[in-house]
């Protein structure tokens, strides 16, 4: 129990001091806002709004973000890449081969690979960071 208590203890000193040095600075570098003040509101040289129901589920890659594809068009991108020249997003499989499966067994149960198949593979680490200690 007293190590717990002086996790705790060590942690809200910890950021109660962490607390004081960033009002400090903010304080000392004019950014500190009173919300309860509304002459502390800031100015803005421009306002930009988003509508929140133009935002669509997406899927990029860390490589190219600016290449994003909705989820909805997913399926049909995929398809168009297997199918287009090796290259950026082509991967040139021959029509014939387009449809081919690959079973296998995997502890008594038998699974099927197709193209667009998800697999999720996992490299974890050895370092534990969950524990304070």
Same mark, same amino acid.
């Given at each position: 129990?007293?190590?717990?208590?002086?996790?705790? @203890?060590?942690?809200?000193?910890?950021? !109660?001091?962490?607390?004081?040095? !960033?009002?400090?600075?903010?304080?000392?570098?004019?950014?500190?806002?009173?919300?309860s003040?509304?002459?502390?509101?800031?100015?803005?040289?421009?306002?930009?709004?988003?509508?929140?129901?133009?935002?669509?589920?997406?899927?990029?890659?860390?490589?190219?973000?600016?290449?994003?594809?909705?989820?909805?068009?997913?399926?049909?991108?995929?398809h168009?890449?297997? @199918?287009?020249?090796?290259?950026?997003?082509?991967?040139?499989?021959?029509?014939?081969?387009?449809?081919?499966?690959?079973?296998?067994?995997?502890?008594?149960?038998?699974y099927?690979?197709?193209?667009?198949?998800?697999? !999720?593979?996992?490299?974890?680490?050895? *370092?534990? *960071?969950?524990?304070?200690?």
């Amino acid at each position: 129990m007293t190590n717990s208590h002086q996790f705790f @203890e060590d942690m809200v000193l910890c950021n !109660i001091s962490r607390i004081d040095a !960033i009002s400090a600075y903010l304080k000392a570098s004019g950014l500190m806002r009173d919300y309860s003040d509304a002459d502390s509101d800031p100015d803005f040289s421009e306002i930009v709004e988003l509508d929140l129901r133009s935002v669509v589920p997406s899927c990029s890659g860390p490589k190219r973000p600016h290449d994003r594809v909705a989820v909805a068009d997913m399926k049909v991108d995929f398809h168009k890449c297997l @199918e287009a020249d090796v290259g950026f997003k082509g991967f040139a499989v021959a029509p014939d081969r387009l449809t081919e499966s690959v079973p296998f067994v995997l502890d008594g149960q038998e699974y099927v690979l197709r193209h667009g198949s998800v697999l !999720i593979a996992a490299i974890t680490s050895c *370092t534990n *960071t969950s524990n304070p200690r």
